[in-house]
């Protein structure tokens, strides 16, 4: 008993099965968020898409086309999990007053396109030093809770092999 607690605890496994960052949840809580559809400034909340995994991006300046290449992987990514892409939505959060052309918005039809204050984003939205939530896209878990992170412009098939580890491993979403 006492050797598998230490071995738990402290001798860490050097090996590594995941491609993308893992997160700690209990260090990012959702923060409460003033959110509204960009369609429509209907109010909406990210606890809307509560009960599926989420793929989350964020930009902070009018989409680019290395912006619109992130919105086409999570799109690839998502249609990419065959039968399991029920379980999943996509949701992007636009943090300044950008307005996506309609051609854009048509582009990523069935995604939740919010506009959301930075500050808060910012504040949870883990980074490495330097850098902003906008130069990664994030995966929430269907409890909400954040549990990996990409860089923009990451390998499609082996984001695709952690997503698919997570489904199945994953009772709920």
């Known amino acids: ?9 402290w001798i860490k ?11 700690d949840p209990r260090l990012f809580p959702m923060p409460a968020m003033m959110l509204s559809r960009v369609e429509n400034s209907a109010p909406a909340e990210i606890q809307d898409t509560n009960g599926k995994w989420r793929m989350l991006m964020v930009t902070d300046a009018p989409c680019t086309q290395q ?11 998502r249609l990419m999990q065959g039968k399991e892409q029920s379980r999943i939505e996509r949701i992007w959060l636009i943090t300044d007053q950008y307005q996506p052309p309609v051609a854009q918005l048509q582009a990523v039809t069935g995604m939740h396109v919010l ?14 030093q330097g850098k902003a939530p906008a130069m990664y896209w994030y995966l929430l878990d269907p409890l909400g809770n954040l549990v990996m992170r990409y860089p923009v412009g990451s390998d499609t098939v082996k984001i695709k092999k952690d997503i698919s580890k997570l489904l199945k491993a994953s009772g709920i979403g």
Do not use: F, H
């Open 67 to 77: 912006c619109e290449a992130t919105l086409y992987q999570i799109r690839q990514l």
């Open 1 to 9: 008993m006492i050797l598998s607690y230490l071995s738990y605890y």
């Open 115 to 128: 506009r959301a204050d930075a500050t808060p984003l910012n504040k949870w939205l883990p980074v490495e």
């Open 13 to 23: 496994p050097e090996g590594r099965t995941n491609y993308g960052t893992l997160l």
